[in-house]
């Protein structure tokens, strides 16, 4: 995917959900196109936002390009397979809410719905030394929440009452998974 095209994507699902989601449900892209063509070159961003962050907003560069590329694709790697974990679970709680979806919709639904989360994760990235700018970016990520809330009538037939508890399971899946990937990327981080 071309650099315009995933800016105006990801614009277009935070400033047009509605439009978005429409056209996500029309335009059904495979889940390797959505994961390696979309979702992949945007947590890319991340090291890139943290060194023009360093750079840039940090006078004195205290942090080695060495530590800032470590840190930012353990960073990539939890948001990446803490995307892709909530999905495959969701997959599986959905037939609990009795909701009907195909594993490809339920797919689309996380990973686009985190766009927002992504995005305020980049900003962070940037203004990673401006504590009180990042709690602001922290609450831009709860976005996410909103439109997978917009998003599920297009790609998941559920029950308009079992729709909160839903979300609010997916919500907690991803919590659960963030945990869990820090844990591990810690763990793993401190073996080297």
């Given at each position: 995917?071309?650099?315009r095209?995933?800016?105006?994507?990801?614009?277009?699902?935070?400033?047009?959900?509605?439009?978005?989601?429409?056209?996500?449900?029309?335009?059904?892209?495979?889940?390797?196109?959505?994961?390696?063509?979309?979702l992949?070159?945007?947590?890319?961003?991340?090291?890139?936002?943290?060194?023009l962050?360093?750079?840039?907003?940090?006078?004195?560069?205290?942090?080695?390009?060495?530590?800032?590329?470590?840190?930012s694709?353990s960073?990539?790697?939890?948001?990446?397979?803490?995307?892709?974990?909530?999905?495959?679970?969701?997959?599986?709680?959905?037939?609990i809410?009795?909701?009907?979806?195909?594993?490809?919709?339920?797919?689309?639904?996380?990973?686009?719905?985190?766009?927002?989360?992504?995005?305020?994760?980049?900003?962070?990235?940037?203004?990673?030394?401006?504590?009180?700018?990042?709690?602001?970016?922290?609450?831009?990520?709860?976005?996410?929440?909103?439109?997978?809330n917009?998003?599920?009538p297009?790609?998941?037939?559920i029950?308009?009452?079992?729709?909160?508890?839903?979300?609010?399971?997916?919500?907690?899946?991803?919590?659960?998974?963030?945990?869990?990937?820090?844990?591990?990327?810690?763990?793993?981080?401190?073996?080297?």
């Amino acid at each position: 995917m071309k650099i315009r095209v995933l800016i105006d994507e990801c614009k277009r699902i935070i400033t047009k959900p509605l439009l978005a989601w429409q056209e996500i449900t029309e335009k059904q892209h495979s889940l390797k196109n959505i994961y390696f063509s979309f979702l992949l070159p945007l947590l890319v961003c991340l090291p890139i936002a943290s060194l023009l962050g360093n750079f840039v907003f940090n006078p004195l560069f205290r942090k080695t390009v060495s530590t800032i590329l470590i840190s930012s694709t353990s960073q990539i790697f939890i948001l990446f397979f803490n995307i892709y974990f909530t999905s495959f679970f969701t997959c599986r709680i959905i037939k609990i809410y009795q909701g009907k979806s195909t594993k490809a919709n339920i797919h689309r639904l996380i990973v686009y719905s985190s766009i927002a989360y992504i995005l305020a994760s980049i900003a962070a990235a940037m203004l990673e030394n401006y504590h009180s700018l990042i709690v602001v970016c922290q609450l831009f990520g709860i976005y996410s929440i909103y439109l997978i809330n917009i998003g599920l009538p297009y790609l998941v037939d559920i029950q308009t009452e079992k729709r909160i508890p839903f979300v609010a399971s997916i919500i907690l899946i991803a919590i659960a998974c963030n945990l869990l990937l820090k844990y591990v990327v810690t763990i793993l981080l401190q073996l080297l």
